[in-house]
């Protein structure tokens, strides 16, 4: 049985200025993994936090995110998380993920 791994690539830590909208970007090299799922991890919390997942062409958020945050995909191996205004509470780790379904 072959095993095989995507590679992902994704945004260099940014400090950015309050207010300020903030985009972290992700790509992959397998298309066969259609949804990216972004994750934030804050400082002090042992657990991360899915903030949203989409495909090429819709994006669903968990409970308030869609508020504060927009997903947007440029076709299935490339993504974005965009923070629309930042603030220090938005101050953690960000993840992004792809699966195939």
């Known amino acids: 049985?072959?095993?095989?791994?995507?590679?992902?690539?994704?945004?260099?830590?940014?400090?950015?200025?309050e207010s300020s909208e903030v985009e972290i970007t992700c790509s992959h090299d397998d298309s066969s993994l259609i949804v990216m799922l972004w994750y934030q991890?804050?400082?002090?919390?042992?657990?991360?936090?899915?903030?949203?997942?989409?495909?090429?062409?819709?994006?669903?958020?968990?409970?308030?995110f869609e508020k504060e945050y927009k997903l947007t995909r440029k076709n299935t191996v490339e993504g974005a998380l965009k923070i629309l205004k930042a603030d220090p509470?938005?101050?953690a780790v960000y993840f992004c993920a792809a699966s195939t379904q």
């Open 89 to 91: 509470s938005h101050s």
């Open 1 to 17: 049985m072959a095993v095989s791994a995507a590679n992902f690539r994704q945004s260099s830590p940014l400090i950015v200025n």
């Open 41 to 64: 991890n804050k400082k002090d919390t042992n657990s991360m936090t899915l903030i949203g997942y989409g495909y090429e062409t819709s994006q669903s958020y968990e409970g308030e």
